[in-house]
């Protein structure tokens, strides 16, 4: 039997057709069937109109109107449930005209059996609910059940005719979640998913109905927000009064979404970005206000994110540039427009060059050399960072061998390792390999990771930095004291060296409060058993007080600008080893 109740009602002005059809229902075995019963069509329309039925029975006469018309106006009205036309007489031109206007049968009264009307009942349920599951596959996210792109663009359509007709004004805003991608691959996709459920629940949430009529139903607010894909999302607004309302909801949405998630136990914290176009004075047309909010949005980002950006025409230029240099990017690892400047860190007690760090330049065609400032952001943002990065550790480990190959003295190549390597699961393989290939001993091997790098990151990461120390490798903390790690952090870190960041050592001659840092970082670390090595050394103020301090080594531009890899070549085959006072590439300026 099935346990589930069918809710029928039937619009029949003769009492004795509802007789016969509540005795034919009664008829069916196995259905729980409950019949409602109305005579008129206002009261018909009434009734759908509270959604409370499965199906509907309509009489095709109903006093001076037909239940042609009722159908009709309840479809514009928008009823899903299936609608059954009842009549007298069979009529093909009434049975095709039914048909053509969405009923789902058509039944001749004198011929309807108890049978007959199970099966027609049966059929039309089953396949509504076939219709409504490809609509919701062909106009909803399948995740978030949010309206997907197309049902978006349908419904801005209908926003834009309705804001021409009456002068209204109407919003789009374009929404990217921030650092979604690292949220993704250090939590799984698992976890990306649940975060995506939860932040299309807050949206719904913030839109508030009074924000928007984009939508067929008064039960269909949810239809103001869409998932276009990924970690996008899309919202309409009309009945705008003026700029400030748009400002007013996109700020709410900001500080909604920047409220922590709870997932799965753990906490998570995300924040959005936002661009917002306005009809008609960014775009009078669906595809330019999508292009323009997508344009604004890029430009929040620019801005440091979480922000919302109204456009303006110049933001094209900017994001026409970004793109192009993104896309110049992806290219530029096939093309072989990267190479590597190596700058020499020395010893501080004998004067020698004890390593060397690997640091890439970008020579794009038409631009010339682009520094690493102008072009890392971008690599990280879209991910090129580990190829990048994959090819910078080859590179580096090759050309010491190379080195080391022309008898000059054995010395360390430190790279630097970026965080998003560390959420990739072939890490300790790529090193491996690399070490293979190169020839290159893994003891001389040095990989720079920043504070962020090990920062709240997983038990696995731990475990990682403790594989590599395994394999011989020296672990540097580069850019120490810019972050937020702590000491009992540190202790659990299998680290060899801890590098001084260059903004502490710039003004350590003149500075009390960047001398004490300094002379605190160097006295932890010799607590820790550590090296340290102080990057951006300028001038000999700075070298005599790092050695006072019993700083192990230095690099900066005192001893050396980064140098290509022709010219670092001549140093270390003219000083093999010699003291620093006798390099001939000290500048004496």
Not at 27 to 37: A, Q, S, T
Not at 285 to 310: E, P, R, S, V
Not at 497 to 504: G, H, L
Request: proline share 3%.
């Amino acid at each position: 039997m099935d346990d589930r109740l069918t809710k029928i009602l039937l619009i029949e002005d003769d009492e004795d057709d509802y007789v016969m059809t509540r005795d034919l229902l009664a008829e069916i075995e196995g259905k729980r069937l409950d019949l409602e019963w109305v005579t008129t069509y206002g009261s018909g329309i009434e009734a759908i109109d509270s959604k409370e039925h499965d199906i509907y029975l309509l009489d095709y006469r109903l006093g001076e109107r037909t239940g042609l018309e009722l159908l009709h106006e309840a479809i514009e009205k928008g009823c899903t449930a299936p609608i059954i036309l009842l009549t007298g007489q069979g009529d093909q031109e009434v049975d095709i005209e039914a048909m053509k206007a969405g009923a789902s049968d058509y039944l001749v009264k004198g011929e309807i059996t108890a049978p007959l009307l199970e099966r027609a009942i049966r059929y039309a349920i089953e396949r509504k609910r076939t219709e409504e599951q490809i609509r919701l596959l062909a106009y909803y996210d399948t995740l978030t059940s949010l309206p997907n792109r197309v049902l978006f663009k349908d419904r801005l359509g209908q926003t834009l005719e309705h804001a021409r007709r009456y002068q209204r004004l109407a919003a789009v805003l374009f929404l990217d979640l921030d650092d979604f991608k690292r949220i993704n691959d250090t939590l799984g996709h698992h976890v990306g998913d649940l975060l995506l459920k939860s932040v299309s629940d807050r949206l719904t949430d913030c839109v508030r109905k009074s924000d928007t009529v984009a939508r067929r139903t008064a039960n269909e607010a949810a239809d103001t927000v869409a998932r276009l894909g990924g970690d996008e999302f899309i919202i309409l607004l009309t009945e705008v009064n003026s700029i400030s309302d748009v400002a007013q909801v996109a700020q709410r949405i900001l500080n909604r979404l920047s409220y922590p998630y709870t997932l799965e136990g753990r906490e998570v914290f995300t924040t959005t970005s936002i661009g917002i176009a306005m009809y008609p004075s960014d775009g009078e047309d669906i595809d330019t206000l999508l292009k323009h909010a997508d344009t604004a949005m890029y430009h929040a980002k620019y801005q440091g994110k979480n922000n919302h950006q109204y456009y303006t025409e110049s933001m094209g230029a900017v994001v026409l540039e970004r793109l192009t240099s993104e896309n110049s990017l992806r290219k530029a690892l096939g093309r072989g427009e990267f190479l590597l400047h190596y700058q020499p860190q020395v010893d501080m007690r004998t004067g020698n060059i004890i390593g060397m760090e690997a640091l890439i330049r970008w020579r794009r065609p038409g631009t010339g050399m682009i520094l690493p400032a102008d072009f890392i952001p971008l690599a990280e943002e879209t991910g090129l960072i580990v190829p990048m990065s994959k090819w910078v550790l080859h590179t580096a480990c090759t050309q010491n061998k190379v080195w080391q190959a022309a008898g000059i003295p054995p010395i360390r190549m430190s790279v630097n390792l970026a965080s998003q390597q560390f959420e990739q699961e072939d890490l300790i393989k790529t090193i491996r390999r690399v070490l293979d290939e190169s020839g290159m001993a893994s003891h001389y091997l040095e990989l720079e990771i920043t504070e962020s790098a090990f920062m709240q990151k997983s038990e696995a990461t731990m475990n990682t930095l403790h594989k590599l120390t395994a394999m011989g490798v020296r672990l540097v903390l580069d850019d120490f004291g810019t972050g937020y790690s702590s000491l009992s952090q540190l202790k659990h870190i299998p680290l060899s060296v801890i590098k001084i960041d260059q903004t502490f050592v710039k003004e350590i001659s003149t500075n009390r409060s960047d001398a004490a840092v300094v002379t605190a970082i160097v006295t932890m670390a010799r607590g820790l058993n550590l090296e340290v090595v102080a990057e951006g050394v300028e001038t000999e103020e700075q070298l005599s007080f790092l050695r006072e301090q019993g700083c192990d080594a230095i690099q900066g531009y005192l001893l050396s600008r980064p140098l290509p890899v022709e010219e670092a070549t001549t140093l270390l085959a003219d000083v093999k080893g010699e003291a620093l006072h006798r390099m001939a590439f000290v500048d004496e300026s």
